[in-house]
């Protein structure tokens, strides 16, 4: 099965808070589906990733923490097996709450 185009973007994206960023400059001037989707994806786990920390002082803001954990790794997962797949109910309310990431 070929890659799909932005697979390289995708994966980047995943890299830390700085790859989300470098992939959605390089996206921005070749724009590719399958990237977008990815980059909207991880910018959804930044976000729990940034609730669980507001909240490390209480119990809650641990499991947050390791949730958004293992949900990046499922999604990096998906990104390098080539699909658009991801967290249960939240990767579609990603898709449609950041659209300015298009």
Avoid at 70 to 93: C, E, H, T, Y
């Amino acid at each position: 099965m070929a890659s799909p185009p932005g697979k390289t973007k995708a994966v980047v994206a995943y890299l830390t808070f700085i790859g989300m960023l470098i992939a959605y400059f390089i996206n921005k001037d070749n724009r590719h589906e399958f990237a977008t989707w990815h980059i909207k994806n991880m910018f959804g786990l930044l976000i729990l990733l940034f609730v669980a920390v507001a909240l490390q002082s209480y119990a809650i803001g641990f499991y947050i923490y390791w949730t958004s954990v293992v949900l990046w790794i499922i999604s990096l997962i998906m990104a390098l097996f080539n699909q658009k797949r991801g967290i249960p109910f939240l990767s579609d309310k990603f898709q449609t709450w950041f659209t300015f990431l298009d």
